[in-house]
């Protein structure tokens, strides 16, 4: 495809990266506290509770870093010991993360959707021995493991709401660890900054645990110094600043809003604004307005179905404004990414369109304020990109993974390329491999290896430093890469004709009906795939068509929701040639949330998983 170039009707000045060096510091620590210096009554991170933003100033930050930081040293947490996190995305997630750090410990982040048993797993294998958890639901599944954890030595909470009368003397509360601080403090005053100053680029940070599509999950370990290179690479490939504001909503855990917010933010300064929980993100964002907006693709998909449904409800003159608005959007964006000129009458009716529905679609979403769309952490429709780009709003994607430190290639803002994940970023080599098609990375930012699992670690890396990603994909003569699929996923059909199933999940995906599938037909004689309704939209459908139903599986039984997904499959087989096209269709009864095992935590369907749990109804489609 054709790169998208703005050709005047959008300034891409304002997305330029400004590659200076921001703030001094080869340890993450050391960055933190130089930040925190220059900009000491500058706001850097708000939050959102009963109603509330209240803002933290960097000395505001800085001065809880550091009672918390001391507070660990006088629970003797030493040099090289490993702290957990497990806790929703809150400002207390940060603050616990930069005082491990500080005190030259390694950091660790679990998903709070995680059961008591990975709980377990992750704190053993990680040799945890303090654990941070957000409020009593956390609690319980630390209480409910810490017999089988004899290095776990405290708990923190940082809510204690409902926990009044509890009483346990491994488990105190974020402020009487504070407190303890503050006495460990008054004693030895230099203890944190001699802490930081011995810190060497080399060591060990932190730990991201694999989401464990494949097998239990890998603790990848990441050094300060790869980090920090990481962090100041993102400044080469994100133009942000300190009047940006941005949306910290994402897992901490994972290494898109750990390392794209949290650190990315210190580093350049960008206010951080956290949501009040994951449930209001689209309230949120439309107060927060981010100037610079990272997401999933879920994410992105979601706000897509949420405007389509909102025009299903909307009056016919409203339908027609927006169709004639965003088909004005659509002819400039098939323009610019075809190079050519947008003429004036062209922009003067964008104009129009923005002022007549666009810039209201805009406010709707809560994207009016942003100067760019940043998506990475799985593969986005590129369908979706475009309608962004009809919007108004350029969509920049990006790609890598745990192992690469986040984005290890990215979209230039002057030449997007919807389907493509953009060149190798200024920071790291990527190439193909010749024989086998995958992607590897090879640069400073690539992980130390996996903790404890030597063999895993060789098989992941070579000799001559590169990764070997698993993701599949081409490079065409301008260096922009596309990814085709995971080496394992790839179906070879009955027939013997080589299916990337990504491309056709990824179109499914951009239905508002269906929020994932898994496309089957591996030693097979056609393509069937099983499909998870987007609850929300299909309800509202039923609803609207006078459709009975009493419960998620009897919606999913329903014939006329059958015959949505069909019409729906029927849509994106149209696309494709025969042989790659979907014969038949499952639907997931079971209304699915991140506790199950069929989902990762960042809400992706688990193909191996599904494949043989569903075995049953997957060899129905093929009797």
């Keep these: 495809m054709t790169a998208y170039r703005p050709a005047g009707l959008w300034d891409t000045g304002h997305m330029q990266p400004n590659s200076a060096l921001l703030v001094p510091g080869e340890t993450l620590p050391a960055v933190f506290w130089n930040a925190a210096r220059a900009r000491s009554d500058r706001v ?85 021995s303090i654990l941070f958890v957000e409020d009593d639901e956390q609690l319980d599944k630390a209480l409910a493991v810490r017999a089988q954890l004899p290095g776990l030595r405290k708990v923190v909470v940082f809510d204690m709401k409902g926990l009044r009368d509890f009483r346990d003397p491994d488990v105190l509360s974020l402020d009487d660890l504070r407190a303890l601080g503050r006495e460990h403090r008054r004693l030895h005053p230099q203890a944190i900054d001699e802490r930081v ?138 323009r610019v990414l075809a190079g050519q000129p947008v003429g004036g009458a062209l922009k003067l009716q964008f104009r129009l ?24 952490a799985a593969p986005i429709s590129p369908e979706l990109v475009r309608w962004y780009l009809a919007l108004g709003v350029p969509m920049l994607e990006v790609w890598g993974m745990t192992e690469t430190g986040g984005a290890a290639t990215g979209m230039p803002a002057d030449r997007i390329k919807p389907g493509s994940i953009g060149p190798a970023t200024a920071y790291n080599e990527v190439r193909i491999d010749e024989a086998t098609g995958e992607i590897r990375v090879r640069g400073p930012n690539v992980f130390m290896g996996y903790l404890n699992l030597p063999d895993k670690t060789a098989e992941a890396l070579d000799a001559e430093g590169w990764l070997h990603t698993g993701d599949v994909g081409t490079v065409d003569a301008d260096g922009f890469f596309r990814i085709t699929d995971r080496m394992k996923d790839i179906i070879i059909t009955a027939g013997g004709k080589n299916i990337t199933p990504s491309e056709l999940e990824n179109e499914l ?104 749990k569903y075995a049953a109804q997957i060899d129905a489609m093929y009797a």
């Design 44 to 128: 850097w991170l708000r939050q959102k509770k009963l109603g509330i933003w209240r803002a933290w100033t960097w000395q505001q930050t800085a001065e809880a870093v550091r009672e918390i930081a001391h507070g660990l040293m006088a629970l003797d947490f030493a040099p090289g010991d490993c702290a957990s996190i497990l806790s929703n995305t809150v400002v207390e997630w940060v603050l616990a993360d930069l005082a491990v750090l500080s005190c030259a410990g390694v950091s660790n982040g679990i998903y709070p959707t995680d059961a008591a048993t990975q709980v377990h797993y992750l704190c053993e294998d990680s040799s945890t």
């Design 197 to 334: 100053a011995r810190l060497q680029p080399t060591d060990l940070a932190i730990l991201i645990y694999t989401s464990g599509t494949t097998g239990k999950p890998k603790g990848a370990m990441h050094s300060h110094g790869g980090l920090v290179y990481a962090m100041r690479g993102y400044n080469t490939l994100i133009a942000q600043d300190e009047h940006d504001e941005r949306m910290c909503f994402l897992p901490l855990c994972h290494v898109a809003e750990r390392m794209g917010g949290e650190y990315f933010a210190m580093y350049t300064g960008s206010v951080l604004n956290f949501v009040e929980n994951p449930e209001t993100v689209p309230e949120n964002v439309r107060e927060i307005a981010p100037t610079v907006f990272l997401a999933v693709p879920r994410v992105w998909e979601k706000f897509y179905s949420g405007v389509t449904i909102a025009l299903k409800e909307a009056t016919p003159l409203q339908r027609a404004a927006y169709d004639w608005a965003i088909g004005v959007g659509g002819r400039i964006a098939d």
């Design 353 to 376: 369109a923005r002022a007549l529905a666009l810039d209201n679609v805009r406010k709707l979403i809560g994207i009016h304020r942003a100067r760019f769309l940043v998506t990475g």
């Design 509 to 612: 995906k951009f239905s508002p009906y269906i929020t994932d599938a898994v496309v089957i037909g591996d030693a097979r004689p056609y393509l069937t795939v099983i499909v998870m309704i987007d609850q929300e939209n299909v309800e509202k459908f039923a609803q609207d068509h006078d459709v009975p139903f009493s419960n998620y599986a009897s919606l999913t039984r329903a014939r006329e929701v059958q015959d949505l997904i069909q019409a729906e499959i029927d849509r994106v087989n149209a696309k494709f040639a025969r042989v790659e096209q979907i014969k038949k269709f499952f639907l997931l009864d079971t209304q699915l949330s991140a506790e199950d095992e069929e989902l990762t935590p960042t809400m992706k369907l688990k193909r191996k998983l599904v494949q043989a």
